[in-house]
T-cell receptor, first 116, second 110 residues
Framework: EAQVTQNPRYLITVTGKKLTVTCSQN?????MSWYRQDPGLGLRQIYY???????DKGDVPEGYKVSRKEKRNFPLILESPSPNQTSLYFC???????????????FGPGTRLTVL | AQRVTQPEKLLSVFKGAPVELKCNYS??????LFWYVQYSRQRLQLLLR??SRESIKGFTADLNKGETSFHLKKPFAQEEDSAMYYC????????????FGAGTILRVKS
């Protein structure tokens, strides 16, 4: 089944303890992206990647890192999490980075992160 | 700047009533607009896109460039329509960048 998977789905951690949220897609998509979803703010893009070894900042990149060593994986890294990073995180992928209304983004199930 | 505004956080209607979820956008170029839906405990998924001019699950959305709007409509709401709805604009600054509105929760009451 074609899909985007994320792990873990739920995570409670403490301030300063490094963590990684994994994202994987099996559709051979070039483009991958991370969003955070917060009440009243909708989805905001954190980082995106147009292809292997090509990543760039989105709208809210502070406090996050990403890597794209393989096409299928796009992990989100929080080196020193803080309480303001408590949020619901979504990974998404699409076939290419080309501008096209037919280039649909597929979303993962979300990771709910709580930083105490 | 690219911006999407959904003025209603919550819209509550009775089953069988018409539904209109509002979306306004700000964009200097020719916009590509979408509606995404998130049902309870499910992932975000594409509902419809303006370029297709399609009707999905009875929903339609018309792009009005004069009013810079892309409102989502359905003539008769059903309980299974209850979900979070996001309007999104596809920008041209960097690749395939979607800018989302804040979302509207639709509750359909029986």
């Amino acid at each position: 089944e074609a899909q985007v998977t994320q792990n873990p789905r739920y995570l409670i951690t403490v301030t300063g303890k490094k963590l990684t949220v994994t994202c994987s897609q099996n559709m051979n998509h070039e483009y991958m992206s991370w969003y955070r979803q917060d009440p009243g703010l909708g989805l905001r893009q954190i980082y995106y990647s147009m292809n292997v070894e090509v990543t760039d900042k989105g709208d809210v990149p502070e406090g996050y890192k990403v890597s794209r060593k393989e096409k299928r994986n796009f992990p989100l890294i929080l080196e020193s999490p803080s309480p303001n990073q408590t949020s619901l995180y979504f990974c998404a992928s699409s076939l290419t980075s080309g501008i096209s209304s037919y280039n649909e983004q597929f979303f993962g199930p979300g990771t709910r992160l709580t930083v105490l | 700047a690219q911006r999407v505004t959904q003025p209603e956080k919550l819209l509550s209607v009775f089953k069988g009533a018409p539904v209109e979820l509002k979306c306004n956008y700000s964009y200097s170029g020719s916009p590509e607009l979408f509606w995404y839906v998130q049902y309870s405990r499910q992932r975000l998924q594409l509902l419809l896109r303006h370029i297709s001019r399609e009707s999905i699950k009875g929903f339609t959305a018309d792009l009005n460039k004069g009013e810079t709007s892309f409102h989502l409509k359905k003539p008769f709401a059903q309980e299974e329509d209850s979900a979070m709805y996001y309007c999104a604009l596809l920008g041209t600054e960097y690749g395939n960048k979607l800018v989302f509105g804040a979302g509207t929760i639709l509750r359909v009451k029986s």
